[in-house]
């Protein structure tokens, strides 16, 4: 289901509409990129952690930014 809104779409959003990830792996790159944060680590980007813990490959991450490249451009 494509819900339509004013808000840019999100890495995780369409990796899981493009069926790359589950919910429960999207939670646990969640969890480890807001972990990082509070122990004031250097930011690490989704795709990165998702690859990381082998839930994508970099092929399909960079489909994921294609996707949000071009809805990017047609707004």
């Known amino acids: 289901m494509l819900i339509m809104s004013d808000q840019p779409r999100l890495f995780g959003e369409v990796a899981l509409e493009q069926g790359y990830v589950t919910v429960a792996d999207l939670y646990e790159a969640l969890t480890v990129q807001a972990r990082l944060e509070v ?12 690859t990381d813990l082998g839930y994508m490959s970099e092929t399909q991450v960079l489909e994921v930014l294609s996707e949000l490249h071009k809805e990017e451009k047609s707004t």
Do not use: C, D, T
């Open 39 to 50: 122990e004031k680590k250097p930011y690490r980007f989704l795709g990165e952690i998702l």
